[in-house]
């Protein structure tokens, strides 16, 4: 059930999100924008003043803003679990100096003579 709910708000979602792309372009900016490639017939959409498309644009961000939380916290919940969790263990952790001081895991090998080998 819970399955259905969220397909449910991801189409809701992603149509808010368009139907939000569309509103926006529409509006009357100060250097034009889509209102004046489709003439007035943008703006007689929403009626001649602005604070229609201003309160639909307000509706519409509300229901997309609503949607991607519920959609978050409802996958939270079906889900539950990390995928990181079901990684193994790192195999081996780097070699740290324990309480005495010594160092504790595998040794790099003794430095070599530090004078190159005199040739006869």
Same mark, same amino acid.
């Given at each position: 059930?819970?399955?259905?709910?969220?397909v449910?708000?991801?189409?809701?979602?992603? !149509?808010?999100?368009?139907? %939000? =792309?569309? *509103?926006i372009?529409? /509006?009357? +900016?100060?250097?034009?924008? @889509?209102?004046?490639?489709?003439?007035?017939?943008?703006?007689?959409?929403?009626?001649?003043?602005?604070?229609?498309?201003n309160?639909?644009?307000?509706?519409?961000?509300a229901?997309? !803003?609503?949607?991607?939380? %519920? =959609?978050? *916290?409802?996958?939270? /919940?079906? +889900?539950?679990?990390?995928? @990181?969790?079901?990684?193994?263990?790192?195999?081996?952790?780097?070699?740290?100096?324990?309480?005495?001081?010594?160092?504790?895991?595998?040794?790099?090998?003794?430095?070599?003579?530090?004078?190159?080998?005199?040739?006869?």
């Amino acid at each position: 059930m819970t399955e259905i709910f969220i397909v449910l708000l991801y189409i809701l979602f992603v !149509l808010a999100a368009i139907v %939000l =792309i569309v *509103v926006i372009l529409l /509006q009357e +900016g100060r250097g034009g924008g @889509l209102t004046d490639a489709l003439g007035t017939s943008g703006q007689q959409t929403f009626g001649v003043g602005t604070s229609g498309i201003n309160r639909f644009t307000g509706a519409t961000a509300a229901v997309f !803003l609503g949607s991607a939380l %519920l =959609i978050h *916290v409802l996958n939270r /919940q079906v +889900g539950g679990s990390s995928v @990181l969790e079901s990684l193994p263990p790192a195999a081996t952790a780097p070699a740290v100096p324990d309480a005495g001081g010594a160092p504790v895991g595998p040794q790099p090998p003794p430095p070599g003579p530090t004078e190159p080998p005199k040739q006869n």
